[in-house]
């Protein structure tokens, strides 16, 4: 038999006095209860445990499974993947829209609008529709100078590329659908440049002179006029 001294301490002093472990506490701890292990070392619920232990969990909805499905709460909607399965970090790139450029392509019949989205082609061929140009040599430079004052350019962080701006002469009554590119030629700066040609000629700078009236010419059909009175005048 094994056996360790237990020191009780009282008021006489101290006692020792040799206890059976084989025997001590065997009527408190009942009877050994035979555990069923799986092969990975597991206990089997409801088996190892007695009977009143597993009916018990059987009364109270069998535990784990539940098949109802539970709802979540709105924030913890998880969206879907492609393949409608929800992925951890998965990410949808947004849908690419209208370029401004194009905007202005699809709401203008005028040469000048399609001249600062640079769509250089439709412009040619407006402009051979409208007023009959065949010729498009002298225009390679008003071309490049309209389409430069198309967009702003401005940088929003260092080492990135820098980004476009582009201005609309009708924001303030028409959305981003309907919006027409703002334009830095008018026909008061027309006018004004037909003043100086009068002044060459009568100065007797006839070269000079009809230099800046074909380029005068050049640019009358890539005016936009408001109304009847200025294309009156343009004419």
């Not at 701890?29 to 059987?58: I, M, R, T």
């Not at 969206?79 to 947004?94: I, W």
């Not at 006839?206 to 380029?215: D, M, P, T």
């Amino acid at each position: 038999k094994r056996s360790f001294p237990v020191l009780f301490l009282g008021k006489g002093g101290a006692l020792a006095a040799d206890i059976d472990i084989d025997t001590v506490g065997t009527e408190g701890w009942g009877e050994d209860a035979e555990l069923q292990l799986d092969e990975d070392g597991f206990v089997d619920a409801g088996e190892g445990f007695g009977e009143e232990g597993a009916g018990k969990g059987q009364e109270e909805g069998g535990g784990w499974e539940v098949e109802e499905d539970l709802d979540l709460p709105p924030e913890l909607d998880v969206p879907a993947g492609p393949a409608g399965t929800a992925e951890d970090g998965f990410f949808v790139p947004p849908t690419k829209g209208t370029s401004p450029a194009q905007v202005w392509c699809n709401n203008s019949q005028l040469p000048v609008d399609h001249i600062l989205a640079g769509s250089f082609e439709t412009a040619m061929r407006l402009l051979h529709d409208q007023v009959g140009v065949t010729n498009f040599g002298p225009y390679k430079q008003l071309f490049l100078q309209t389409f430069s004052r198309g967009r702003t350019t401005f940088q929003a962080l260092p080492s990135l590329p820098a980004m476009y701006g582009f201005p609309h002469r009708n924001w303030k009554e028409a959305g981003l659908k309907n919006a027409l590119p703002a334009v830095g030629l008018k026909l008061n700066d027309l006018i004004q440049r037909l003043q100086l040609c009068y002044q060459l000629t009568t100065a007797g700078k006839f070269e000079e002179a009809v230099e800046k009236f074909r380029l005068i010419l050049l640019s009358v059909p890539l005016l936009v006029v408001d109304n009847k009175q200025e294309i009156a005048e343009v004419r």
